[in-house]
């Protein structure tokens, strides 16, 4: 029981940073407090809100090319000020997109079984009903076990695209490109997409939303 009320809570701290992290929007000035409020936010939330946010906010439909949830709203910025807005989604078609949000429900569904209902599902005072509850701990340890793995893979590739289009915000090619829309009043926009195959599995791409200015 305890590996299993241990795993879950690092999922939870994992599954919070992906979130409070996922995107930022605002003036240069801002991005920093904009930052902080965010993670203050998420913080409050509970598991279940915390996945219903993953899978409605943080994943994408692939199929035939489409985009789902991705959004891009400045229409009150100020043009003389550079105001950003960044987002990460995870893109999967449709098919994995079911799949995985139904295991996210039923891990839902296991760590209240976990926390609320152990001890009326099995009878701990006799040698049976505590096998029976060893069984179901190591079964619901491997299902805990499984979403940790997943969601770490999709955090790293989520730090890999910031480093990769961060990497390309300061080259001198962009800063160039930056320096003469900026000139001409043009507004940069995305999306860029950011493949990041070194952690995530073949069906599945990290894409970034970004950059307007």
């Known amino acids: 029981m305890g590996r299993c009320i241990l795993r879950l809570q690092q999922y ?25 409020t965010r993670k203050k936010e998420v913080e409050t939330k509970m598991l279940g809100q915390l996945i219903g ?21 400045n229409s009150e910025a100020d043009p003389k000020q ?3 807005q960044m987002s990460y989604q995870i893109e999967m078609h ?9 295991g996210l429900k039923q891990l839902v569904v296991l760590r209240n079984e976990l926390v609320h209902h152990f001890l009326e599902r099995f009878k701990l005072r006799d ?19 499984k979403h940790f793995r997943d969601l770490r893979s999709w955090m790293k590739a989520m730090e890999h695209a ?29 999306p860029t997409r950011l493949l990041s195959n070194t952690f995530l599995p073949p069906n599945m791409t990290i894409m970034k939303m970004a950059g307007q200015a």
């Open 12 to 36: 939870e701290l994992l599954m919070k940073g992906l979130i409070a992290n996922r995107e930022l929007s605002g003036y240069a000035d801002e991005l920093e407090a904009n930052r902080v």
């Open 53 to 73: 946010e993953l899978t409605s906010s943080c994943f994408s439909l692939s199929a035939n090319g489409s985009q789902k949830n991705t959004k891009e709203d």
């Open 82 to 84: 550079a105001h950003v």
């Open 94 to 102: 449709e098919k994995d997109y079911q799949g995985t949000t139904e």
């Open 127 to 145: 040698e049976s009903g505590c096998n029976e509850a060893n069984a179901y701990l190591d079964d619901a340890y491997q299902m805990i076990e």
């Open 162 to 190: 910031r480093k990769t289009m961060g990497e390309l915000l300061g080259t001198s090619e962009f800063q160039s490109f930056f320096c003469m829309a900026s000139f001409l009043g043009r507004k940069l926009t995305g």
